[in-house]
């Protein structure tokens, strides 16, 4: 029996590749039921994690992507996806999402509230509700 190791918010990384070239296209996020629908529709599904929703890849743009296979890694923390993309995989009209070369430090902007977002936005509802809701 396969052990499909979630994240603590219920998540894996999906790392999608094409299933001829091996090219890199992408990485996203699943969940089980993104896995589920994946399984039953042979298309791919992931869990957006700004949206908090189920994304069916594909649905808006016209780029599916069908799922040759999916393997879990060795310690069960990992998805590949191998796919037949049928259209490009990246929501910029390129064919793979890994198209920036980081050849310099000094050029990388490094964005280190990403961490923290749901833990302001959580703080933000919480202060909302205790202003709508004061406590004596």
């Not at 298309?43 to 743009?61: C, D, I, N, V």
């Not at 509802?125 to 205790?130: K, Q, Y």
Request: hydrophobic share 35%.
């Amino acid at each position: 029996m396969t052990v499909i190791r979630f994240g603590e918010k219920g998540l894996i990384p999906a790392v999608v590749q094409d299933h001829e070239t091996h090219e890199l296209l992408m990485v996203a996020y699943m969940n089980k039921e993104s896995i589920t629908r994946t399984l039953e529709t042979k298309e791919a599904w992931f869990y957006s994690r700004s949206r908090q929703e189920l994304w069916h890849k594909g649905e808006t743009s016209g780029n599916f992507l069908v799922v040759k296979s999916i393997k879990s890694d060795c310690d069960g923390d990992t998805i590949l996806l191998e796919v037949d993309p049928k259209g490009p995989a990246c929501h910029t009209g390129e064919r793979t999402c890994f198209n920036t070369v980081l050849s310099d430090i000094d050029q990388c902007e490094f964005d280190e509230l990403v961490e923290y977002k749901d833990l302001f936005k959580d703080l933000f509802s919480i202060i909302e509700d205790r202003k709508k809701n004061p406590k004596d």
